[in-house]
């Protein structure tokens, strides 16, 4: 509960949020944030920690209608994705903005990072993405398995939302224009026939 509510004001005033804002928030004495977490940068990194962690995206990707087209399937994960990295960079941006470093003194490795490491993360993330080819694998419609589907698709919105991606004509490609481009490809679908 500390967490939940420490991450927006960690998002609105990076490491400069004062424990007393916390336990004003959480509507719990100041003294009860010290009985949970060592110090506030103790408290920051397990901010750090818990926006890191997926399970959130992954519920939001699980619960996805299946009923509905694969398109619009797979522009509400899109969205999902973004949102979930949005969350991390602007804590990180908020945090790094006020002078937070990762490491503490003496421990340069105490960085936060999600539970089971990157590709762990990267791993399951794939998977619930290929839940979402179900219907299409079940019906013979899909030209490659689900699993390499999913794993192509979650590779191009990394890619996107690295910004390694040129621009879409005035900006960064909406969740639609990557669905569209992923599911279509080059060629336009009159010229397919």
């Not at 990076?14 to 010290?34: L, M, N, P, S, Y």
């Amino acid at each position: 509960m500390i967490i939940r509510t420490t991450m927006p004001l960690v998002a609105e005033f990076g490491a400069k949020v004062t424990t007393a804002q916390v336990a004003r928030a959480a509507g719990i004495a100041e003294g009860t944030i010290f009985r949970v977490f060592a110090d506030k940068d103790d408290l920051i990194h397990a901010c750090v920690a818990e926006a890191l962690q997926p399970d959130s995206v992954h519920a939001d990707i699980a619960a996805i209608d299946l009923d509905q087209p694969l398109a619009d399937r797979l522009v509400e994960a899109a969205e999902a994705l973004s949102a979930y990295v949005q969350r991390i960079g602007t804590i990180s941006g908020a945090l790094h903005a006020t002078g937070f470093r990762a490491g503490r003194s003496g421990d340069a490795d105490c960085r936060p990072r999600p539970q089971g490491g990157r590709a762990q993360v990267m791993a399951e993330t794939s998977a619930v993405l290929a839940d979402l080819f179900a219907p299409e694998a079940a019906g013979g419609t899909l030209r490659r398995p689900a699993a390499e589907l999913a794993a192509a698709f979650f590779g191009m919105l990394t890619v996107v939302q690295r910004g390694d991606l040129p621009a879409f004509g005035d900006g960064p490609p909406s969740a639609a224009a990557i669905v569209d481009l992923f599911l279509y490809g080059a060629i336009s679908r009159e010229e397919k026939s």
